[in-house]
């Protein structure tokens, strides 16, 4: 899939753009929505019934805090996208403190395999990506 044709399903989905304002907004230092819902959207458009945001497992937000390497601060950046947007399922992680878990957990040995495209929240309020 070429660049123009990812930024075009993306537009072209209001659940995903306002999943990335709800990013931005955050106020997470350097935040950007893991893959896995992008592969949902690319796979629902192309080769489905279309993207439904109700089959969303989760939405991975990785973020860049190396002031605060504690569990507690994963939490917290959780809980602030719930507020802003209850219904996606969102999970955040600081990754400045995955070396303090990266051994400990089974999930984090997957991360890699599952392909590490990002895509970065959108330049201005609830502004599609140019």
């Not at 044709?5 to 537009?11: A, G, N, P, Q, S």
């Not at 805090?65 to 917290?76: F, P, T």
């Not at 996606?88 to 392909?115: D, F, I, L, M």
Request: with cysteine; glycine share 8%; charged share 30%.
């Amino acid at each position: 899939m070429r660049e123009d044709e990812l930024r075009d399903l993306v537009r072209r989905s209001p659940w995903l753009v306002r999943a990335l304002g709800v990013v931005r907004d955050s106020g997470l230092p350097d935040a950007w929505i893991g893959a896995g819902a992008i592969r949902d959207l690319v796979w629902g458009e192309r080769y489905g019934d279309g993207f439904d945001p109700a089959g969303v497992r989760d939405v991975d937000v990785v973020f860049l805090d190396g002031a605060d390497l504690s569990r507690d601060n994963d939490d917290r950046a959780t809980r602030r996208l719930v507020a802003a947007w209850p219904d996606p399922p969102w999970e955040a992680k600081n990754q400045a403190a995955v070396h303090t878990w990266y051994r400990r957990s089974s999930a984090a040995v997957r991360w890699p395999r599952c392909g590490p495209s990002l895509t970065r929240s959108p330049p201005g309020p609830s502004t599609p990506p140019q």
